[in-house]
């Protein structure tokens, strides 16, 4: 008895990590600035441990029953807080509020669990063994969650399945509590009758947990979503209207099949057609295969390395028909190789040149992408470049987002680039902005590849001419110590979503 005990201690700990990994995870996916919700969550969470401690003091008698209720308790509201958040956020509003609602309560209700089972141990050992066991499993439970949740529970299970299966954990804990201390329990048959209950509900919601997550993304979405996947950096969903398909990233628009062409064509080839003698080309980001398709229409390049984070987004665009025809194979296209890690570290540890560069990662909404934004950055990247080297980046909406853009523009300068700013106008986001960066004077292509939809030599020279509106403003380089460009993207947004 004392084993499953202990081992109860372990099982606790790690199902209260998870929820508040969870909470964390879904807030980022939803609301974006991952350092902001991981931060503010973690503090609201400890907060209300510590409050559930205090109230523990409160509780001073049927210890045991009181025990086996906030078990219940922890494993029905934990069980299911990413399928309510999940719904809130699609159908009811008050996303924050019920967010950091349910955190609170879930740390209540964690934060009297380990009082409670130390007092109602205390009989069975002393108190410096029970102190020391107690916390060391109270830590190693913290542990095993921490790196169950990005290595296993989220690639495979998801948000709203990985919550059901903590949450069914905690209420195995309260059913074989009412075995273990079957003696000690007033109400013996209630309490089992209501583990058996929040036991069937939470299998109820592990065998519906598809149909819950496909509801709610049919209800997020305007038109039809037919793909959608978790993996541990991201949620992926593709949606259809007619012909057109959309990627969603964390719920932002990544592309629109009827438009994204205008943004390819003007980020690959205004600075791969000025470079006829380019052999190497290297892609960070970009995992749908888009800016690669462009690249792979130059027979001169040799080889294309394609850099991206999520080995799911690469495996899924090389391999799933309908996304594959997207970029024409061209991830699958014997000169292209595929790479699976974060872009700043693999920069660090590789030694390899490159004759043009594209950096297509999502917009700076939070710390994590600012830092392939900053100076650093940049002065990492131009070692990788030949001397006749160029490096287009995709630098967010000069109209939408000015400030930001600019700011990036900046930055490449402090990178050590001379720098070219240019823009065109994709429907399906408005003004849209780049950044060309060489490492000498750069003169504009005399020809570009046949077959383009958008570009010819009127329409690219015209995209390196701003309009007032759209001219530079004042701003400050965004390094890695002081990500500003984080809080320009964030202010200005706010701004547009008001």
Known sequence: MVYVLFLSVFLIAACGLIYELISGALASYLLGDSVLQFSTIIGAYLFAMGIGSYLSRFITRALISR?????????????????????????????????YGMVLVIGILVGLEIPLLMRILRER?????????????????????????????????????????????????ALWSTFIFREHIGNLMSQRLASFAVVGLLIAGMVYASDITDTADAALYSDDVIFARSTPYQRLVVTRWKDDYRLYLNGHLQFSSRDEYRYHESLVHPGLASLPG??????????????????????????????DLDPEMTKQFSTHPLLKSLNAGALTEPRVRIVNDDAFPWLERSDEIFDFVVVDFPDPNNYSLGKLYTSAFYRLLRQHMSASGLVAVQSTSPMFARQSYWCIVETMKAGGFQVYPYHTYVPSFGEWGFVLGAQREWTPPETLPGGLRFLNQATMRSLFEFPPDLGPVPVEVNRLNDQVLVRYYDKEWREITR
């Not at 299911?80 to 008050?94: K, N, V």
């Not at 060391?136 to 990985?162: C, E, H, I, N, Q």
């Open 67 to 99: 025990f086996i209720s906030i078990e219940l308790a922890v494993g029905l509201i934990g069980g299911f807080s990413s399928t309510i958040l999940f719904m809130a956020f699609t159908y009811a509003g008050g996303f924050r509020f019920l967010l």
């Open 278 to 307: 380019a052999k190497r080309a290297l892609v960070l980001g970009g995992g749908d295969g888009l800016a690669v398709r462009e690249l792979v229409k130059y027979p001169g390049l040799e080889s294309v390395t394609l850099v």
């Open 125 to 173: 050992f002393e108190l410096r063994e029970l102190v020391a066991n107690v916390l060391t499993l109270d830590y190693l439970g913290a542990l095993g969650a921490s790196l169950l949740f990005p290595l296993l529970l989220v690639p495979k299970l998801g948000l709203v399945r990985s919550a059901l299966l903590f949450g069914l954990i905690n209420a195995a804990v």
